[in-house]
T-cell receptor
Framework: AQSVTQPDIHITVSEGASLELRCNYS??????LFWYVQSPGQGLQLLLK??????LVQGIKGFEAEFKRSQSSFNLRKPSVHWSDAAEYFC????????????FGQGTTLQVKP | EPEVTQTPSHQVTQMGQEVILRCVPI?????FYWYRQILGQKVEFLVS????????KSEIFDDQFSVERPDGSNFTLKIRSTKLEDSAMYFC????????????FGQGTRLTVV
């Protein structure tokens, strides 16, 4: 069965420090992968997506993610975190069945220290 | 920029009552979804809808749930007889095409069943 695992439930980093949020997926075919961010009281906003091609994808707000098939991972990175990046981050994979449903990970809450 | 709109933002209802959550997807999108997020848990797929019928539903989407696109613009989720465990944030999403496009999410409706 398809699944997404985000091993870190909560991460705290200092402002200006680098960030890496982990995501591992389980999927039989080539996955379509996404990272969404949810700020407090807000909906889900797409940060970036991977469908094919270059395994390093760039997103909004200075985020990037790297698809590594050998590790079944799609980790999200940012070289320098800003206080406004504090939010919950969800990794997701497009499910099989050709209906477009997304399967989400448990989410990682990012706290940024001043 | 087009966006998915959900109303109300917050609804409180008594156990056993019927609720209807409303969504206006982006106008040229063809695929529609409901997801829910129980507090502190992952975002879970409920149902997908295409061409005026359900294309896939999860185990959560039992007979108490129904969806409808009554007028070509609104997309509604009805819970016939709410239970305490239905308390959650409900997200509507829409997708223009299935191939290599991402889902656009609304801000969510927080449903509280008392």
């Amino acid at each position: 069965a398809q699944s997404v695992t985000q091993p870190d439930i909560h991460i705290t980093v200092s402002e200006g420090a680098s960030l890496e949020l982990r995501c591992n997926y389980s999927y039989g075919a080539t996955p379509y992968l996404f990272w969404y961010v949810q700020s407090p009281g807000q909906g889900l906003q797409l940060l970036l997506k991977y469908f094919s091609g270059d395994t390093l994808v760039q997103g909004i707000k200075g985020f990037e993610a790297e698809f590594k098939r050998s590790q079944s991972s799609f980790n999200l990175r940012k070289p320098s975190v800003h206080w406004s990046d504090a939010a919950e981050y969800f990794c997701a994979v497009l499910g099989s069945g050709n209906t477009g449903k997304l399967i989400f990970g448990q989410g990682t809450t990012l706290q940024v220290k001043p | 920029e087009p966006e998915v709109t959900q109303t109300p933002s917050h609804q409180v209802t008594q156990m056993g009552q019927e609720v209807i959550l409303r969504c206006v997807p982006i106008s040229n999108h063809l695929y529609f979804y409901w997801y829910r997020q129980i507090l502190g848990q992952k975002v879970e797929f409920l149902v997908s809808f295409y061409n005026n019928e359900i294309s896939e539903k999860s185990e959560i989407f039992d007979d108490q749930f129904s969806v409808e696109r009554p007028d070509g613009s609104n997309f509604t989720l009805k819970i016939r007889s709410t239970k305490l465990e239905d308390s959650a944030m409900y997200f509507c999403a829409s997708v223009p095409l299935l191939q290599e496009t991402e889902a656009f999410f609304g801000q969510g409706t927080r449903l509280t069943v008392v």
